[in-house]
């Protein structure tokens, strides 16, 4: 299972006034779960960590169950190990397409199995837009911007809650963080 180390992405965490939680609580809540050098990244439910021995689903639902209670929230969790993460940044094919990385969004999917949803999505036109699959995210450039975007709806639509996005490069640092850079 490599070095124990994981990232998880909490759903929907301080968007708006909605589900508000200060990273300081986060990082306590994780460490209270018996997990360790918890270090969280921007303002908005990004979580890297130490759980070896610990599968990244078993991650999840631990700290899915325990965010109500210590924290009077709920918020869906996806868990990646650094290797999925690092595999992530590795393969994705839009890099050179995006002319601008705030504008370049990496939808994480709870579940490696739930790509296949997407995959239709793959075979419509999208222009300007552009949607990519890879092992267990999916990359959309959206050069309109996020808002005036058609793709993250129907990736949202086809997932669910079983997906989070993170712009690339909120996902590039939480890389090197998990790296230990």
């Known amino acids: 299972m490599g070095t124990g180390r994981q990232v998880a992405l909490l759903r929907g965490i301080n968007v708006g006034k909605a589900k508000r ?6 990082r306590a809540l994780l ?11 921007l303002n908005s439910g990004n979580v890297v960590f130490d759980a070896p021995g610990v599968k990244p689903a078993d991650a999840a639902a631990r700290i899915e169950e325990a965010l109500p209670k210590k924290l009077g929230l709920s918020s869906r969790i996806t868990v990646l190990t650094a290797e999925e993460l690092d595999d992530a940044v590795r393969e994705n094919p839009l890099v050179d397409v ?5 504008r370049l969004f990496v939808s ?30 999916a990359y959309l ?4 911007g996020l808002l005036a975007s058609k793709l993250p709806e129907a990736v949202g639509k086809a997932l669910g809650d ?18 230990g850079r």
Request: glycine residues 4%; proline residues 4%.
């Open 162 to 179: 079983a997906v989070t996005t993170r712009n690339w490069a909120t996902l590039t640092k939480l890389h090197a963080l998990a790296q």
């Open 98 to 102: 995006a002319t601008d990385t705030t």
């Open 108 to 137: 994480v999917l709870n579940s490696k199995t739930d790509r296949r949803k997407l995959e239709p999505l793959q075979k419509q036109d999208w222009a300007p837009e552009v949607l990519a699959l890879g092992t267990r995210v």
């Open 141 to 144: 450039w959206c050069p309109e």
């Open 31 to 41: 460490e209270s779960l018996g997990f360790g050098e918890v270090r969280t990244l």
């Open 21 to 26: 939680v200060a990273m300081a609580d986060l």
